[in-house]
């Protein structure tokens, strides 16, 4: 509705964004540069942040990044995943009916990585997402999986993704044995004042926005309500949109800005 007051031709702020028109943090392009080199090493690597620095949506840009000839990523996300769920979802993934038993199931993971690197040619990728809701059983499983042929090699890529709980978990004496096998870490961060400024005028210039809408003095509200947070700086600019079609706004200020935060996000 917004975007046609506005003329849009796409909706800013929204989840489908393409991956190739997020905002270029340089934390966001580190973090890529970082995921891409485990990827090629098949090493093991850990993503964590606050909740809304935008984690599963630095995957899915790291997914789109990669070329698909090379590698195939399998992507997990369950909260109350279990070894046996775990396997039966990666074999799922490579189109195989998992056996029933753990270990049954773990020695035909092995077999079928091992077949789609040596006939098919492509490097497995395995993302776990909601990484700190993982209770020790599965995280030793973790561990387990990545022992390869005597631990001369990795099967694998693996990413952990999780909310900052995640590394304090990790850092427990119970986990030393995987958090020594950890080969990279990447710890994503809140936007600052500038970030949320830049971030707001990339998902503006990526819809058509032929001008600035949102004055510095909404930014500055927007980055108070929010601190940083991409998933809050969607949900407040699309609110203040929204108010501002509404209401025949052509430029959001800070004062559209407080009304929406106290009416619609209090």
Known sequence: M?????????????RDIPTDQLYPSVMLEETLGRLKYAANRQLFAVVTGDCGTGKTTTIRRFKDDLDPSKFMVMY???????????????????????????????RQLHREIELLRGI???????????????D???????????????????????????????????????Y??????????????????SQVE?????????CGAQNDIFSDAAIEEIYRFSSGAARLINKVCTQCLIYGAQNGKRIIDDHIVKR?????LS
């Open 120 to 134: 098919q040619r492509l490097s497995p990728i395995v993302v776990v997402d909601e990484a700190h809701l993982l």
């Open 136 to 174: 020790r059983e599965m995280l030793e499983e973790v561990r387990f999986l990545l022992n390869f042929k005597m631990d001369a090699q990795s099967p694998m890529a693996l990413i952990l993704v999780g909310q900052s709980e995640l590394w304090d978990k990790l850092g427990l004496q119970t």
């Open 260 to 264: 929406v935060i106290q009416g619609e």
């Open 176 to 193: 030393a044995a995987i958090r020594q096998r950890i080969d990279i870490q990447c710890k994503l961060p809140y936007y600052d004042r």
């Open 76 to 106: 997990i996300a369950d909260s109350k995943l279990t070894p046996r769920h775990f396997y039966k979802g990666l074999l799922e993934q490579l189109g195989c009916e998992s056996k029933f038993y753990r270990g049954d199931a773990k």
């Open 198 to 206: 830049e971030y707001a005028k990339r998902h503006l210039e990526y």
């Open 2 to 14: 917004f975007e046609e007051f506005y003329g849009f031709t796409h909706t800013p702020f929204s």
